[in-house]
């Protein structure tokens, strides 16, 4: 790809060229080539240590390669350094949930929902990796918290659904769903989401 020839010339000019490991990295992203990405969000930050884009990335790097504890780690730097960010709560949720430490999932989802209610797809992106891993109980808390948001109460409703349907509580689910349907029919908000993330 052309944009990444330029940037390995920029950086066999200026191999101390921050921007050009981060540039690397993007692209590497983007091709779904983690672990080359993952090398340049490193060297990056190693050489920009307080940027929280790039400390973000490398945690995000890490995370699609199932490093998960490599990954917390730095989500957990992050934390401390810039304690009201809800986002690397919600990442390190998710990752909690991927290593099956359930309480602290939830634990963690708590505190980013505190600092950002807002964050819909965030919550709904940790409900959605506790169910995968069958966390039920702790999916089902996930799931409550998107009730409070006007925007996400039908999947809040569908999803609630989804889990008493796995843990053999029909009735439960029957009434998620139509709950659910009475405030959106079509299923247009979970349509909308899933057309966000493409």
């Not at 921050?18 to 692209?27: D, E, F, L, N, Q």
């Not at 980013?112 to 506790?130: F, T």
């Not at 069958?134 to 809040?156: N, R």
């Amino acid at each position: 790809e052309p944009a990444m020839a330029e940037v390995e010339q920029a950086l066999k000019a200026s191999p101390d060229y921050s921007v050009g490991y981060r540039i690397a990295a993007k692209i590497y992203s983007r091709q779904k080539k983690y672990r080359e990405a993952f090398e340049n969000f490193r060297v990056a930050a190693m050489m920009s240590p307080h940027d929280k884009g790039l400390r973000f990335n490398l945690a995000m790097a890490y995370y699609h390669l199932k490093e998960y504890e490599y990954a917390a780690k730095e989500y957990r730097k992050m934390i401390q350094n810039w304690p009201s960010d809800a986002k690397p709560y919600y990442e390190l949720a998710r990752i909690y949930a991927r290593q099956h430490k359930y309480p602290e999932a939830i634990e963690v989802l708590k505190k980013a929902v505190s600092l950002a209610p807002q964050h819909g797809k965030d919550i709904l992106e940790v409900g959605n990796a506790l169910m995968e891993e069958a966390a039920y109980p702790e999916a089902q808390q996930a799931y409550e918290m998107l009730l409070t948001l006007e925007k996400y109460q039908a999947i809040g409703h569908r999803k609630l659904g989804d889990v008493y349907e796995k843990m053999g509580e029909e009735d439960k689910a029957q009434e998620e769903l139509k709950k659910a349907n009475e405030i959106d029919p079509e299923n247009k908000a979970e349509k909308e989401l899933l057309e966000e993330k493409r």
